[in-house]
């Protein structure tokens, strides 16, 4: 059984539609494959509750808990192999990670992030669209790698960017193609290592 690790820090709206998807889609027939865990850095995360109710497993490593980077980043590794995952899913998952996080699980760790990159990498992205002028916005989902926001794309979707726009309505704009891109690029990645 391939296992997958999603890591949140907050709503965890894509990590409800990749469950959804996992379940509608078979993925467990198909691709021998299941969400195993979920775990967030912030314990009053929403997306928690989400997954409990759905009977995955949690837990919760909280980064103050840690005097740097690289000792959260050595517990947060210790929870996600606990659950011995093919692939590591990142869903506004909110801190930077490491080189040494990172390493540990090349090739097998993605993200989405809500820009088309190279554009935008960081915080901020949908307002830093709005205010460069952008006529279209969009999503990336990518591999993670040291360096931020900038590992080989997977899947891209574009949506418009409206005159009216605020960063709270682009954001639901690009937030409902993320929904249907991130389940759709993990099946796909799971069907290529099949
Ligand atoms: N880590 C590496 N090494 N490489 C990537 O590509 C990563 C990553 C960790 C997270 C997600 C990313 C995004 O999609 C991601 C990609 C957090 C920050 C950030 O500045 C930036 C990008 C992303 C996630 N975080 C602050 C920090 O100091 C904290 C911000 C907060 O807590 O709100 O870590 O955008
Ligand atoms: C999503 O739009 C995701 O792309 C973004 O945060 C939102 C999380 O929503 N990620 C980042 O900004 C990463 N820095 P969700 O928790 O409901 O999935």
């Known amino acids: 059984m391939k296992n997958i690790v999603i890591l949140i820090s907050g709503g965890g709206s894509n990590m409800a539609a990749i469950v959804r998807a996992a379940e509608h889609e078979r993925w467990a027939a198909r691709f021998d494959a299941r969400v195993a865990a979920?775990?967030?850095n912030k314990a009053d995360a929403a997306g928690l509750a989400l997954a409990r109710e759905r009977g995955i497993a949690t837990a919760v490593v909280p980064h103050r808990d840690f005097a740097n980077r690289?000792?959260?980043?050595?517990?947060?590794?210790?929870?996600?192999?606990?659950?011995a995952p093919a692939l590591v899913v990142l869903a506004g998952f909110m801190r930077i990670l490491t080189p040494g996080f990172v390493g540990r699980y090349a090739g097998r760790l993605i993200n989405i992030h809500p820009s088309l990159l190279p554009a935008f990498p960081g915080l901020n992205t949908h307002q830093r669209a709005i205010d460069a002028g952008c006529k279209v916005a969009g999503l990336t989902v990518h591999q993670v790698t040291a360096e931020l926001d900038h590992g080989p794309i997977l899947a891209q979707a574009v949506v418009p960017v409206f005159a009216d726009d605020t960063a709270t309505s682009l954001a639901e704009r690009v937030?409902?193609?993320e929904h249907r891109v991130y389940p759709a690029a993990i099946a796909a990645w799971l069907g290529e290592t099949k």
């Open 38 to 40: 979920v775990i967030s």
């Open 70 to 83: 690289e000792d959260f980043d050595r517990a947060l590794a210790a929870a996600v192999d606990a659950h």
């Open 175 to 177: 937030l409902v193609h």
